[in-house]
């Protein structure tokens, strides 16, 4: 039987900390720093990858609402790579993250073009604005819950842990 991921992944902090870094001299201080690094980035790779296609999910079609509230707002030419970019996004591959990832990623491409409007900067209908701070307060919501085992955010006792941001939002 082959080791799980999460043993995996549980087994490398190990060897960081119980080896690698007690071995490190203690003045080599930025060897230490990027070992603790990897460390903790290893723990939240830990807490993500299960959830991680279906954040990937949940923040295309996030992106895709959006898109659809802009796309009356936007100037023709604008309009249509926004159409363009969020049927290609409907018709990604939804059991591959690096699919979502590539989508989410063109989709948010056409999304700033219509949000800057071009060269002019013409200022958005209020109904556009609304769509976009909506989102804006989700999405970065999503993002705060997803790295909050970085420890850096001043509010993170405040956030769902991953698993009940993903209920949440699947049941929004």
């Not at 082959?2 to 995996?8: A, G, H, S």
């Not at 080599?28 to 990937?56: F, I, N, P, S, T």
């Not at 958005?124 to 819950?145: C, K, M, N, V």
Request: proline share 5%.
């Amino acid at each position: 039987m082959l080791p799980n991921i999460d043993l995996r992944i549980a087994n490398m902090v190990k060897a960081l900390e119980q080896v690698i870094l007690p071995a490190l001299p203690r003045d080599q201080r930025l060897a230490r720093d990027q070992a603790m690094l990897v460390a903790g980035h290893l723990r939240m790779l830990g807490d993500q990858w299960k959830a991680a296609l279906r954040y990937e999910q949940i923040s295309l079609d996030a992106l895709a609402g959006l898109a659809l509230d802009l796309i009356p707002a936007a100037p023709a030419a604008l309009g249509h790579r926004l159409a363009e970019a969020l049927t290609a996004a409907q018709g990604c591959d939804r059991e591959s993250v690096t699919a979502l990832e590539q989508a989410n990623i063109a989709l948010g491409h056409a999304v700033d073009a219509v949000i800057l409007v071009g060269e002019a900067h013409t200022p958005l209908p209020q109904s556009s604005i609304d769509a976009i701070l909506d989102y804006a307060l989700r999405h970065a919501r999503r993002e705060r819950t997803w790295f909050k085992a970085n420890s850096l955010d001043p509010d993170q006792g405040e956030l769902p842990d991953i698993a009940e941001m993903i209920d949440a939002a699947s049941h929004a």
